[in-house]
């Protein structure tokens, strides 16, 4: 069955520190997403990305956030300044086309602590 | 804003039992309504969706009951298990937009 994968699984970093979150898509999915999940909480939209470009972007998704497809395999997200309100799940997700998210898949996550 | 409301919070079933979880929200213009399953350490998984031209959609024990006019759709898991127990997430998708607004969960519990 295919899969998505996250590394790392998970991540502490300092306050003020920049981290990125890798992600790798199911090979043929070309629609990907980021959510974040604070403990205990419900998933939150972050971001959308198709055709090498951001789609769709939520509120939280701030200059702090950016995303990149820096190869044909790779899905990052990068925070550049992390907050200690940053520290959350991060889940990664990829779909085939835009549609009914029939297909979509959720990766296993990465859990970042921000200290 | 919140898009998607969701109701309960936390769910304690007998095994056998009938677990039902709500969920209703606030735009007309949302295409797509799936229900996600989660255990802990793990990511969401699509457990079943709907659209809102159907009323109702049923695979195996979870069934969806959606009704338009009052902008509600609700899981029912029928004759519920111990391997049931998990954090349940409603959502809500435009699929021009390709953004999903999910509910705030459900933890349930099914007590052998």
């Known amino acids: 069955e295919p899969e998505v994968t996250q590394t790392p699984s998970h991540q502490v970093t300092q306050m003020g520190q920049e981290v990125i979150l890798r992600c790798v898509p199911i090979?043929?999915?070309?629609?990907f997403y980021w959510y974040r999940q604070i403990l205990g909480q419900k998933v939150e939209f972050l971001v959308s990305?198709?055709?090498?470009?951001?789609?769709?972007k939520s509120e939280i998704f701030d200059d702090q956030f950016s995303v990149e497809r820096p190869d044909g395999s790779n899905f990052t997200l990068k925070i550049r300044s992390t907050k200690l309100e940053d520290s959350a799940m991060y889940f990664c997700?990829?779909?085939?086309?835009?549609?009914?998210?029939?297909?979509?898949?959720f990766g296993p996550g990465t859990r970042l602590t921000v200290t | 804003q919140q898009q998607v409301k969701q109701s309960p919070q936390s769910l304690i079933v007998q095994k056998g039992g009938i677990s039902i979880i709500n969920c209703a929200y606030e735009?007309?213009?949302?295409?797509?309504f799936p229900w996600y399953q989660q255990f802990p350490g793990k990511g969401p998984a699509l457990l079943i969706a709907?659209?809102?031209?159907?009323s109702e959609k049923k695979e195996g024990r979870f069934t969806i009951s959606f009704n338009k006019s009052a902008k509600q759709f609700s899981l029912h898991i029928m004759d519920s298990q111990p391997g049931d127990s998990a954090t349940y997430f409603c959502?809500?998708?435009?699929?021009?937009?390709?953004?999903?607004?999910f509910g705030s969960g459900t933890k349930l519990n099914v007590k052998p």
């Open positions: 090979s043929n999915h070309l629609y």
């Open positions: 997700a990829s779909l085939p086309s835009l549609g009914p998210p029939d297909e979509q898949y």
């Open positions: 735009n007309t213009a949302f295409d797509y």
């Open positions: 709907i659209r809102p031209d159907v």
């Open positions: 959502a809500a998708i435009r699929y021009n937009f390709n953004k999903f607004y």
């Open positions: 990305f198709y055709n090498n470009e951001i789609s769709e």
